[in-house]
């Protein structure tokens, strides 16, 4: 089955720009999502079709995409981003089924 | 404001079934996909399912570690998505929730419910 691959930790420090990366064969031909999640908090959309923001989310918030890989970019990095990160998309294949990457938690040193 | 509340969680035997439920609130709730997504203790994500619109049929689609045991199914009349569990085994446990479609697949998310599959 389609695989999403992310890496398992990423730190940083404050001020810092993060940047999380996410792999996947599919990722040309289709659009890539990115959710934060809080220990007992459910996920939180940050970016929809690989760069668009939602409202609400901060600018410091960014995606990129080249190819087979996808990343979320958070400048600025504020000790409140300390959280999982996971990158969704879809597989190639119809029904295009959606999956997720394994997360990322994001260290604020 | 949007909202939506699950309940059905709770303890289960290995072999039992199970069904959640997600009401919803706010949002034209028969103009929304809507899916189901796990989490076990300590792990990441993992995609269930989902239900597409009258529109498409209310198709449904799920993943391969659920195909064949769940059921997904919605009553728009209710605003409520559901989510029928047979067959299910100890890695099953987990907390589910139920998300809405817009602009990903989870623009707004249930608060969760934990199902717990243990003799």
């Known amino acids: 089955s389609y695989e999403l691959t992310q890496p398992s930790s990423v730190s940083v420090s404050p001020g810092q720009t993060a940047r999380i990366t996410c792999s996947g064969d599919?990722?040309?031909?289709?659009?890539a999502y990115w959710y934060q999640q809080k220990p007992g908090q459910a996920p939180v959309l940050v970016i929809y079709?690989?760069?668009e923001r939602p409202s609400g989310i901060p600018e410091r918030f960014s995606g990129s995409s080249s190819g087979t890989t996808v990343t979320l970019i958070i400048s600025g990095v504020q000790a409140e981003d300390e959280a999982d990160y996971y990158c969704?998309?879809?597989?190639?294949?119809?029904?295009?089924?959606?999956?997720f990457g394994g997360g990322t938690k994001l260290t604020v040193l | 404001e949007v909202q939506l509340v699950q309940s059905g969680g709770g303890l289960v035997q290995p072999g039992g079934s199970l069904k959640l439920s997600c009401a919803a609130s706010?949002?034209?709730?028969?103009?929304?996909?809507m899916h189901w997504v796990r989490q076990a203790s300590g792990k990441g994500l993992e995609w269930i399912g989902r239900?597409?619109?009258?529109?498409?049929?209310?198709?449904?689609t799920y993943g391969a570690s659920v195909k064949g045991r769940f059921t997904i199914s919605r009553d728009d009349s209710r605003n409520t998505a559901y989510l029928q569990m047979n067959g299910l085994k100890n890695e099953d446990t987990a907390v589910y929730y139920c998300?809405?479609?817009?602009?990903?697949?989870?623009?707004?998310w249930g608060q969760g419910t934990l199902v717990t599959v243990s003799s």
């Open positions: 998300s809405r479609s817009r602009l990903g697949i989870g623009d707004n």
């Open positions: 706010g949002f034209t709730f028969s103009g929304s996909t």
């Open positions: 239900i597409r619109i009258k529109a498409n049929n209310y198709a449904t």
């Open positions: 599919a990722l040309p031909n289709q659009y």
């Open positions: 079709k690989d760069s």
């Open positions: 969704q998309s879809a597989d190639s294949s119809d029904p295009y089924p959606e999956v």
